[in-house]
Nanobody, 121 residues
Framework: QVQLVESGGGLVQPGGSLTLSCVVS????????MAWYRQAPGKERELVGD???????NYADSVKGRFTISRGDARNTMYLQMHDVKPEDTAVYYC???????????????WGEGTLVTVSS
């Protein structure tokens, strides 16, 4: 069984910074691409950015230059550094990863349950 657990959400003032973490655990053989998504109230889930297996990061235009995605040295952790946050960044942020397991060598996408980020003064 695979678990993705996000943490680090909370209330932050406009212009402030916040770092989210995602830790992957379970019967993992390998983790390929990882990504952060978000879903604002009343809106569809959208891609914030992703990190390819080769380490290249891609970002949505709305966060480019403000957010940074990285993986930890242990490779089972992903971070989202958020700077100069805006009220429109308010959303539940989800971790997503494509993971091969002992039960599925081909891999499958997995999701965390999300962490809420609220940007407000």
């Amino acid at each position: 069984q695979v678990q993705l657990v996000e943490s680090g959400g909370g209330l932050v003032q406009p212009g402030g910074s916040l770092t989210l973490s995602c830790v992957v655990s379970g019967s993992i053989l390998s983790i390929a691409a990882m990504a952060w998504y978000r879903q604002a109230p009343g809106k569809e889930r959208e891609l914030v950015g992703d990190l390819t297996a080769g380490g290249r990061a891609n970002y949505a235009d709305s966060v480019k230059g403000r957010f940074t995605i990285s993986r930890g040295d242990a490779r089972n952790t992903m971070y989202l550094q958020m700077h100069d946050v805006k009220p429109e960044d308010t959303a539940v942020y989800y971790c997503n990863a494509f993971i091969a397991t002992t039960g599925n060598f081909g891999g499958a996408p997995y999701w965390g349950e999300g962490t809420l980020v609220t940007v407000s003064s």
